[in-house]
């Protein structure tokens, strides 16, 4: 049963998340901020992973702690989901063309966290949200999901295909890693013997 549920509460949000790895990309996500809702929809409709988050913030104040505690939540609830990560291939990655823009993401699902990112988004805001929020989810993700991710943009004029983009990059790259390795279906995949 390759799933999780994370609750996390402080004096500035209220996120619950709740996944299936093993799902079909199936997303129920409200999380009060409209452009990052279809964003966390693209991350679980290309990653095959079940994915419901409810989230309230102080959007008095900005989007930043709810997209934030989000990401946090979110990597915490795909390491729990993962175990031992005994069986599963570890590795992704993925080129990702969308109009204009393509992204390029390779990720380890390491247990060793680092956000590479080098991906500029000509545009302060898409719609209201802000665009450097973009980067501050994946970071609060990869840190708290103990992942070494590095996405980098090859190309891109628009900030919404640039981002859109680097989501479903990302997505596509998770499907992979968390996929059940069939060749060592009940190895750690390290020489470590651990991770």
């Not at 996390?8 to 901020?33: C, H």
């Not at 970071?139 to 996405?151: C, E, K, P, R």
């Amino acid at each position: 049963m390759r799933r999780a549920s994370i609750s996390r509460q402080t004096a500035e949000t209220r996120i619950t998340v709740e996944i299936d790895l093993d799902g079909t990309g199936t997303y129920d996500n409200r999380t009060g901020v409209g452009f990052f809702d279809h964003m966390l929809d693209q991350l679980a409709r290309h990653s095959l992973i079940d994915m419901t988050i409810r989230a309230e913030g102080d959007y008095h104040i900005d989007d930043h702690h709810t997209v934030e505690d989000t990401g946090i939540a979110l990597g915490q609830a795909l390491a729990q989901a993962l175990g031992d990560k005994r069986g599963i291939r570890r590795y992704g990655e993925c080129h990702l063309p969308m109009d204009d823009a393509q992204v390029r993401c390779a990720l380890d699902l390491s247990g060793r966290p680092f956000l590479v990112w080098n991906v500029t988004l000509p545009t302060q805001k898409i719609g209201t949200f802000d665009t450097e929020l973009v980067r501050e989810f994946f970071q609060a993700f990869s840190t708290h999901g103990g992942i070494t991710l590095h996405v980098d943009q090859l190309h891109g004029l628009n900030s919404h295909h640039i981002a859109e983009a680097a989501f479903k990059a990302v997505a596509r790259a998770l499907r992979q890693a968390v996929e059940p390795d069939p060749r060592k279906g009940d190895a750690i995949p390290s020489t470590k013997g651990t991770l």
